[in-house]
């Protein structure tokens, strides 16, 4: 497992609608490791193994994360915003910020005083960042309408081989699906995998589709974070009981192949990987949605990783999570070919 590519991903800028650069990035680093790279027009980056494989494998992580989209810049020269993605507003009060614009990266400050902290209704649109600008002509010169924000953190080591960082959900998961392709090809593997780091998905989810509608696959697999039960303020009877370092997360969902879950368990057996379970009776508010109304409908599973903190800037992990998620992939690569039968009735 490449930690300095992880490191590379987590501190590289992609709001959802902005992911390009950190795209560019994949394919620098995936183009020693894969057969071939594709793209398209909406952003999506597909890493191909064995192009030539009849049985072909969709792997999705989306590279997008939360953040922030200026709307306008006021007469002082500080900046509003809306939000791109599931932001809570009130996490950002008195935050650093970081903000992409035609000259290069900037910093800002969130304002607070005390009518923002008492407020239980704030949304973003409430919120006001300042740049340190003396007027809107000023602030005009670097900030553009439409340009994208997102907290300005690092990657914080922690014990136990924990790791903090903001927006693990779900670049952890672009970089899961492309590190399973790498481990994959060095187990040996013939069948053909698309490793796909998908844009959009916390907005409009529309990566997951069009790379699905692209590759045709037999199957896809669906890299995601999910929620944890084992710290304060978190009730585990909607979703199950979930903990970081206690292995991947296998979804019970109608959108999930019983099928596909039995051959993952399987694996994980043969591997020893303890496996976890959540719970979504209808959708999973995953790529998975998005892929398994793709085509003629894809048999789809979901594999997620224990993620403390969800949509903050201190989401944790647990690395052992990431390296067993990484050969439960791997594993099932290796033995999935065009004999195993998907069909729930056959």
């Given at each position: 497992m490449n930690r300095e590519y992880l490191e590379t991903v987590l501190k590289t800028m992609s709001v959802s609608g902005h992911e390009e650069e950190l795209q560019k990035k994949v394919i620098s680093h995936m183009r020693s490791h894969a057969d071939d790279i594709m793209s398209d027009v909406t952003g999506n980056v597909i890493s191909v193994l064995n192009p030539d494989c009849e049985s072909k494998?969709?792997?999705?992580?989306?590279?997008?994360?939360?953040g922030f989209i200026v709307t306008s810049i006021q007469s002082d020269g500080s900046l509003k915003v809306t939000n791109a993605g599931g932001v809570r507003a009130v996490l950002y009060l008195g935050t650093q910020v970081q903000i992409k614009t035609k000259k290069g990266i900037i910093n800002g400050v969130?304002?607070?005083?005390?009518?923002?902290?008492?407020?239980?209704?704030?949304?973003?649109?409430?919120?006001?960042?300042?740049?340190?600008?003396?007027?809107?002509?000023?602030?005009a010169e670097?900030?553009?309408?439409?340009?994208?924000?997102?907290?300005?953190?690092?990657?914080?080591?922690?014990?136990?081989?924990r790791l903090a960082a903001r927006a693990m959900d779900d670049r952890i998961g672009a970089f899961i699906v492309t590190e399973a392709l790498i481990r994959a090809k060095e187990k040996g593997c013939k069948t053909g995998i698309y490793a796909a780091t998908t844009v959009g998905e916390e907005t409009t989810l529309r990566g997951a589709y069009w790379s699905a509608a692209k590759v045709k696959p037999d199957c896809a697999i669906a890299v995601d974070v999910t929620y944890t039960s084992d710290y304060d303020g978190v009730n585990a009877n909607s979703t199950g009981e979930i903990g970081l370092g206690k292995g991947p997360v296998l979804c019970h969902s109608s959108i999930v192949s019983k099928k596909m879950n039995e051959l993952l368990k399987q694996c994980a057996d043969d591997l020893?990987?303890?496996?976890?379970?959540?719970?979504?009776?209808?959708?999973?508010?995953?790529?998975?949605?998005?892929?398994?109304?793709?085509?003629?409908?894809?048999?789809?599973?979901?594999?997620?990783?224990p993620l403390r903190y969800m949509h903050s800037s201190v989401e944790t992990l647990d690395m052992k999570d990431v390296e067993q998620i990484i050969e439960l992939l791997a594993e099932f690569l290796c033995r999935f070919n065009k004999s195993i039968n998907l069909n729930p009735f056959e």
């Open positions: 494998v969709l792997l999705c992580g989306h590279i997008d994360e939360i969130v304002i607070t005083n005390s009518s923002l902290t008492k407020r239980n209704d704030l949304t973003c649109t409430d919120l006001t960042i300042d740049i340190g600008a003396s007027s809107k002509e000023e602030a670097i900030v553009s309408i439409g340009d994208p924000i997102c907290a300005k953190t690092d990657v914080l080591p922690l014990m136990n081989d020893n990987i303890e496996l976890q379970y959540e719970i979504a009776p209808g959708r999973t508010g995953t790529d998975a949605d998005k892929v398994h109304f793709t085509n003629d409908g894809i048999p789809t599973a979901l594999v997620s990783i």
